[in-house]
Every structure is written in structure tokens, then in C-alpha cells.
């Protein structure tokens, strides 16, 4: 069997290496972007078994992102990386085709939780 392909869309440094230390820990790969464009142009020639991708991205919303993903690909996993202002909009994310939400800031087990609960439905 193969490790499952993560995708992350997420601008911090410090973020993107407390969620890639937990994804190895998971035997899950990484893909790493910065930005909404890399991540577009990473999406279609790649099969991902999930995309994290942060809400407050330099050059489109992370919503906007996964809404632009889930038009091509519609079987597409997404978690949606929130800030707490918005936790109380999980449920229409969940509405627009999102997977599931995390308000940062995060803890490891929940990540992990996440994590684990969203590549098992793949």
C-alpha cells in the first residue's frame, strides 16, 4: 500500500513544518506550495489524496482555492486551515464541499485527528 499524497497550500514556514513533522509521523508524503497559483499548477498533473490548504493565502482565499479545485476535480479531498474568527463558518465551508475544517492555531492531536479521519474516507 501507499503512503497517502498531501498536498499542503500554507504561506507559513513554521506551519508548513509542524504539519509536514506530523504527516511523517503519519507515513503520509508531502507536497509543499506557498501560494494559491503554485498550487493550481500542481493540482491536475498529481493525483492528491487530500489538500490542506490555509484560509488567509497572499493571493486568493483559501476557499476561493478549493472551490477553483473542486470544479475539476469534484471527488477532491479538502481540510480548510481556519483562523478561530472564522470557526463559527465551519458549517457552510462544509456546504461549499470542504472535507473539514481546523481552526488554527492547532494542536498535534488534533491535526493528527484530522488527518487520519480524512484519508481514511478516500
Not at 4 to 21: D, M, N, W
Not at 44 to 60: A, E, K, S
Not at 65 to 89: D, F, T
Request: with cysteine; glycine share 2%; net charge negative.
Amino acid at each position: 500500500m501507499t503512503s497517502p499524497l498531501i498536498l499542503l497550500v500554507e504561506p507559513s514556514l513554521f506551519v508548513q513544518h509542524l504539519i509536514q513533522k506530523n504527516l511523517h509521523a503519519l507515513e503520509m508524503c508531502i507536497h509543499k506550495t506557498y501560494t494559491s497559483g503554485q498550487a493550481l499548477l500542481q493540482k491536475l498533473p498529481t493525483h492528491f489524496d487530500l489538500l490542506l490548504i490555509d484560509y488567509n493565502l497572499p493571493d486568493m482565499n483559501g476557499l476561493e482555492l478549493a472551490e477553483n479545485v473542486l470544479q475539476h476535480l469534484i471527488y477532491a479531498k479538502v481540510v480548510l486551515l481556519i483562523p478561530e474568527h472564522l470557526s463559527h463558518e465551519s458549517r457552510d465551508f462544509i456546504a461549499h464541499g470542504i472535507q473539514a475544517t481546523l481552526v488554527k492555531p492547532f494542536d498535534e492531536e488534533s491535526l493528527q485527528r484530522v488527518l487520519i479521519e480524512s484519508v481514511a474516507s478516500v
